[in-house]
């Protein structure tokens, strides 16, 4: 059962142009959402967040938006830059259980930024 | 933020053997986690390192298969036991703050079983 999907395992985008990754989830319970980018050889590492309480939060290039009746949230990054090329994945959490907040992450997505 | 480190950083083991790898943050956390990530697939999360008491296992991991061990706030070990193919994967180390969602993560270590 996948609760946190992202249906596309790749893009390939232009420098300098927009990139745009989506993720769906399926457990209304999730109430906070994060992104990750992971480079190869190296673990992930977190890049942006937002909590069910907003619909947008920005940092920088990188723009996060959660559409909460869709249960669909995505990644904006504009400009894209090669740098930017890499696997991100998309995190959704539940809350508090046991003490701490269990992390659902989807399956990734590897963004190509061409020159 | 933090500095995690693993080790080993990458292994081949055969199989019926066990690896043991190691996780040290550079400050004390409040949870370190385990996950693993196969080949093409999300992060799986194993078990949450309980410093001072035994792990909390997610459904399909046990410890006799996947022990750890986290004596203090800044190091866990995971041991992978009586490997065989289907266990090669990245096993990455996480930690995260009390009242924290996000969560840092270590490098990594690939494992291959032949």
């Known amino acids: 059962d996948q609760q946190v999907k992202q249906n596309s395992p790749s893009l390939s985008v232009q420098e300098g142009r927009i990139s745009i990754l989506n993720c769906d989830y399926t457990?209304?319970?999730?109430?906070?959402f994060l992104w990750y980018k992971k480079y190869p050889a190296e673990g992930p590492t977190f890049l942006i967040s937002?909590?069910?309480?907003?619909d947008k939060n920005e940092d920088g290039r990188f723009t996060v938006f959660l559409n909460k009746s869709a249960k669909h949230l995505s990644l904006h990054i504009v400009p894209s830059q090669p740098g930017d090329s890499a696997v991100y994945f998309c995190?959704?959490?539940?809350?508090?259980?046991?003490?701490?907040?269990?992390?659902?992450f989807g399956t990734g997505t590897k963004l190509q930024v061409i020159p | 933020s933090a500095v995690i480190s693993q080790k080993p950083s990458r292994d081949i083991c055969q199989r019926g053997t066990s690896l043991t790898i190691q996780c040290q943050v550079d400050?004390?956390?409040?949870?370190m986690f385990w996950y693993r990530q196969q080949p093409g697939q999300s992060l799986t999360l194993i078990a949450t390192?309980?410093?001072?008491?035994?792990?909390?296992?997610e459904s399909g991991f046990v410890i006799d298969k996947f022990p750890i061990s986290r004596p203090n706030l800044t190091f866990s070990t995971l041991t992978v036991s009586n490997m065989s193919p289907e266990d090669s994967s990245i096993y990455l180390c996480?930690?995260?703050?009390?009242?924290?969602?996000?969560?840092?993560f270590g490098p990594g270590t690939r494992l291959t079983v032949t």
């Open positions: 996480s930690v995260v703050w009390m009242g924290r969602y996000e969560q840092y």
């Open positions: 457990n209304s319970m999730f109430d906070y």
């Open positions: 937002i909590s069910s309480i907003k």
């Open positions: 995190a959704a959490s539940g809350g508090y259980s046991g003490g701490y907040q269990k992390v659902t």
């Open positions: 400050s004390q956390v409040t949870m």
């Open positions: 390192a309980n410093q001072g008491s035994e792990a909390t296992y």
